[in-house]
């Protein structure tokens, strides 16, 4: 008898049919609890663009600001006083691109039909997308009863206003959002962490989350203090790549490529493809805009697979994979704003994955975040 119980204790008795059919539904049906949650989260982040797109924009520029701002206030400032210089310098950096690049290029979109004018007379062939328009033209038209027989009827001149002043509201709003943003994270950041590490049970826990802390603020104002430099080296180049072939404001077409630089992928397509249609009203032959671009994509080339990883080094070097994907999402879920948040989103994931499973950081870079 002694001898059965020993056997028994050696191999204990398996779970029955039943037991492991009710663990994997309870596990299935905790999977599906965080799939619902997953999906709504991102549903209503999506629905709450207005809200959340300037907050985390505000937030990403506040971190790259940290580190500077924390100098500040060792030298005496206090906080609140080093977050309002932080937040003036990016108002001043705002409005001097606006006037400076946004402006001058508006001038060139109210041009855009001349673009296409100058592609029908290339023999560049858009007559089914055209008669699709047309014909779309025509049923609105129709439906609000617009009188198109007149042939002498001028354009209302406030239809080309209306659309601005419908926009407004909604981009001011995001404008005072996004600067409160940048502000208050810059003034509370120290208390944001504490209350943070405030959760944390145990002492090796609250210092891994100071570590996360700290690693996401210096990697972010590391690495865009670095991209944004190596960016106005480009926009320069650009500059004076439009110079030389005789492109009205060159300063515009070099700041424009500096800032689209930092969506990867996009901006630098965006970039040659406003290139090119600018070409095709500024010069006689086509295969003059065909060259800017392609002089435009072999620079960026250049920049983005030697300038930039021997300035920046592999220790920021981010799966493109996952950079693409990590954009295509962003796009998705917020558009342009998306765009610039999809690097910082992937910043963020390569640290806390470091220090969560260090094992696995390899999957989103080559290094690990404290070499930043």
């Keep these: 008898m002694p001898e059965q119980t020993r056997h028994n204790s ?16 309870s596990y299935m049906s905790r999977i599906a609890i965080i799939g619902i949650f997953v999906i709504a989260l991102l549903v209503g982040m999506k629905a709450t663009y207005f809200v959340f797109a300037p907050i985390f924009l505000g937030v990403t520029f506040a971190l790259v600001l940290g580190p500077v701002a924390s100098k500040l206030e060792r030298n005496g400032i206090p906080g609140p006083l080093a977050a309002g210089a932080m937040t003036l310098l990016v ?4 409005g001097a691109f606006a006037t400076g690049i946004v402006l001058p290029i508006n001038d060139w979109i109210e041009r855009s039909p001349d673009i296409w004018q100058r592609l029908e007379r290339l023999g560049w062939t858009f007559q089914a997308h055209i008669q699709e328009f047309e014909d779309a033209a025509g049923d609105i038209s129709e439906a609000i009863g617009a009188n198109t027989s007149s042939a002498g009827q001028g354009i209302d001149p406030l239809s080309s206003i209306l659309p601005a002043l ?16 940048v502000y208050f994270f810059l003034a509370t950041r120290h208390q944001i962490r504490d209350f943070m590490l405030s959760f944390c049970m145990s002492r090796r826990a609250r210092w891994r989350v100071a570590r996360i802390f700290r690693d996401i603020e210096g990697g972010m104002s590391h690495y865009f203090g670095t991209i ?35 969506v990867p992928y996009i901006g630098p397509a965006l970039m040659a493809a406003i290139l090119f249609s600018i070409g095709l009203l500024v010069f006689d032959a086509m295969q003059t805009a065909v060259l800017l671009a392609a002089c435009f994509v072999t620079l960026n080339l250049m920049e983005g697979q030697f300038a930039t990883p021997s300035i920046v080094g592999r220790a920021l070097v981010l799966n493109p994979f996952l950079v693409f994907c990590t954009l295509t ?5 917020w558009g342009a704003p998306g765009a610039f948040l999809a690097v910082p989103f992937l910043l963020s994931a390569k640290v806390v994955v470091y220090h ?3 094992g696995r950081a390899g999957v989103l870079a080559t290094h690990r975040p404290s070499d930043l």
């Design 10 to 25: 050696a191999f204990p008795e398996m779970p029955s049919h039943d037991s492991r059919a009710a663990l994997l539904m």
């Design 166 to 181: 419908r926009l407004a509201p909604t981009l001011i709003g995001q404008f005072v959002i996004f600067i409160g943003a």
């Design 356 to 358: 969560l499973r260090p």
């Design 228 to 262: 944004a430099a190596i960016n106005v080296v480009f926009g320069l180049a650009v500059g004076l790549l439009t110079w030389m072939f005789g492109m009205p404001t060159p300063y515009v077409w070099g700041g424009l490529a500096a800032a689209l630089n930092f």
């Design 329 to 333: 999402f962003c796009l998705w879920l």
């Design 91 to 94: 108002l001043i950096g705002i």
